[in-house]
């Protein structure tokens, strides 16, 4: 059984276009997050969920929308993709918001042509 | 700043050897500071962490060490084996009004050669 699934594993679109990536996590935990991992592997947390509230919102141009429908499901809307958004993006998810340690998905790789 | 430096970005060594990566970090309100193991075209996971209040752990061939005072932490890795292979991140997570969040290093790339 997958503890953190993401859809879909590949992404290819053009530039403009609007797209969403589904995280579902089956750990019973109450958080989630996504991350974005540029082309040198740089991990950086974009945005966390705690019980479908919004906790952490890093610096993040306002087209990228997360949306916690329930804690279970943490999904991730990016309008007017641009060409620097290519990138593998992971979501992750953490029993509470405390020093614990965070299950990742396989990530969702999206190049943007 | 939250900021966290590792090195070295690659590292090689022969099966058997010892690996060893350095972190540092900024944010002196950092109490928790996990090493995760990325596998190509895998998600992160992590293999061992150390909690502030603890200046050692160790797990099998793994061991981790941390120095609260020069705000230094670092991976050891015994007797590697080719599966070791992998890009292995450190992490430092500031408590910030009331969460947890990971701030993770640029990446260690290790490459161990039968």
């Known amino acids: 059984d997958t503890a953190v699934s993401q859809t879909p594993k590949y992404l290819v679109t053009q530039m403009g276009n609007d797209k969403s990536i589904k995280c579902e996590q089956n750990?019973?935990?109450?958080?989630m997050y996504w991350y974005k991992q540029d082309s040198k592997k740089f991990l950086k947390i974009m945005f966390s969920?705690?019980?479908?509230?919004?906790?952490i919102n890093e610096t993040v141009p306002n087209r990228f929308s997360p949306k916690s429908p329930d804690k279970a499901h943490l999904n991730l809307h990016i309008n007017s993709l641009e060409l620097g958004d290519s990138a593998v993006y992971f979501c992750?998810?953490?029993?509470?918001?405390?020093?614990?340690?965070?299950?990742f998905g396989p990530g969702t790789r999206l190049l943007v042509l | 700043g939250e900021n966290v430096e590792q090195h070295p970005s690659t590292l090689s060594v022969q099966e058997g050897d010892s690996a060893v990566i350095k972190c540092t970090y900024s944010?002196?309100?950092?109490?928790?500071f996990p090493w995760y193991k990325q596998e190509l075209g895998k998600g992160p996971q992590l293999i061992i962490d150390?909690?502030?209040?603890?200046g050692e752990k160790k797990d099998q061939r793994i061991a981790v060490t941390l120095n609260k005072t020069a705000k230094h932490f670092s991976l050891h890795i015994t007797e590697t084996q080719p599966e070791d292979s992998a890009v292995y991140f450190c992490?430092?997570?500031?408590?910030?009004?009331?969460?947890?969040?990971?701030?993770f290093g640029a990446g260690t790339r290790l490459a161990v050669h039968p």
């Open positions: 992750a998810s953490s029993p509470g918001t405390g020093l614990e340690t965070q299950y």
């Open positions: 750990l019973g935990h109450d958080t």
């Open positions: 969920y705690n019980n479908k509230e919004l906790i």
């Open positions: 944010d002196s309100a950092s109490n928790y």
């Open positions: 150390i909690r502030s209040n603890v």
């Open positions: 992490a430092a997570s500031p408590l910030r009004g009331g969460y947890n969040k990971l701030i």
